[in-house]
């Protein structure tokens, strides 16, 4: 890991009311999300349960947990995929009930999936435009009639595509068909097409999944970046530890949907109900026993 990295992952975390922590730097501003108690039932089951995150305006922040724990159901639950069955979602301040998909992207929500999701046949810088959808400003008279209006925008909208796809040096790629790229390539410009919504917040679903060590260094430096650079907040659910404990600043642990655990990396690392949710009791408390 870099120093850099590591400079930023060892940012101060303060208390808020909520009985939550957030970097110091955020702490007198309304966190960017805020969740109070939210559950959500299928049948019988319930899948997430009594969940509270805070999250502050230009955090770097980690969801993770064992693979079943509910992580992704949290994700949909935020934007709005799901509607909770019991507590609340403030996003920004703005209670997220009765709102849809669309209305949460407005607000400034965005999002990748653990499935790349790209329009294969597209171009790079085409997949990079459709992200800036909620950003054209001129209407259907213009567009059909290809009038100034028009040409001005779609102007515009070029020079954007191709200054987000600078962030991870894609530009030259820009004409490419996007399911030509290899695989990390992939992921970076569903990164990209994210960010062009203008997010507040950005919430990367296993962002790592498929890169080898030098490109989860490079995302890892990428992820700091863009949380400076656009100074927005970010949650990421993440398995490779190295990045999560390398970048994150504040990190929520999940275990059969409930809160088992929430701190700072090196308290995630040290803290025994984590360790035993991810090693299993009696592999715990194996290792206590060669400890001792």
Not at 88 to 94: K, N, P, R, S
Not at 165 to 185: C, K, Q, R, V
Not at 214 to 223: D, F, G, K, P, S
Request: with cysteine.
């Amino acid at each position: 890991m870099s120093e850099k990295v590591r400079r930023r992952s060892d940012t101060r975390m303060v208390p808020v009311p909520s009985h939550s922590i957030v970097p110091e730097r955020d702490v007198n501003d309304i966190p960017v999300l805020e969740t109070r108690h939210l559950g959500i039932q299928f049948g019988g089951l319930k899948a997430v349960d009594d969940f509270n995150l805070t999250i502050g305006r230009t955090e770097i922040a980690g969801l993770i947990g064992p693979n079943g724990a509910g992580k992704t159901t949290v994700f949909n639950l935020l934007t709005k995929v799901y509607e909770p069955t019991s507590g609340a979602v403030l996003f920004d301040g703005q209670d997220l009930k009765g709102m849809n998909i669309v209305q949460a992207s407005k607000l400034g929500l965005a999002r990748t999936f653990q499935n790349i999701r790209l329009f294969d046949k597209m171009t790079v810088e085409e997949n990079v435009r459709i992200g800036l959808h909620n950003q054209i400003k001129y209407d259907m008279f213009s567009g059909v009639l290809r009038l100034p209006r028009y040409w001005s925008q779609e102007k515009k909208q070029h020079a954007r595509a191709l200054e987000l796809l600078h962030i991870f040096n894609m530009e030259n790629l820009a004409d490419e068909e996007a399911g030509s790229l290899p695989y990390g390539a992939q992921r970076r410009l569903e990164i990209i097409r994210a960010l062009a919504t203008n997010p507040k917040l950005l919430l990367l679903d296993e962002p790592a999944a498929g890169m080898n060590p030098r490109e989860t260094e490079e995302l890892m430096e990428t992820i700091a970046r863009i949380r400076d650079e656009f100074q927005i907040a970010i949650l990421l659910i993440e398995h490779d530890m190295s990045l999560v404990m390398g970048v994150c600043e504040g990190i929520c642990v999940l275990n059969f949907g409930r809160v088992i655990a929430k701190g700072t990396a090196d308290e995630i690392q040290a803290n025994p109900a984590v360790i035993e949710a991810y090693l299993g009791k009696a592999r715990s408390a194996a290792g206590k026993e060669a400890q001792a």
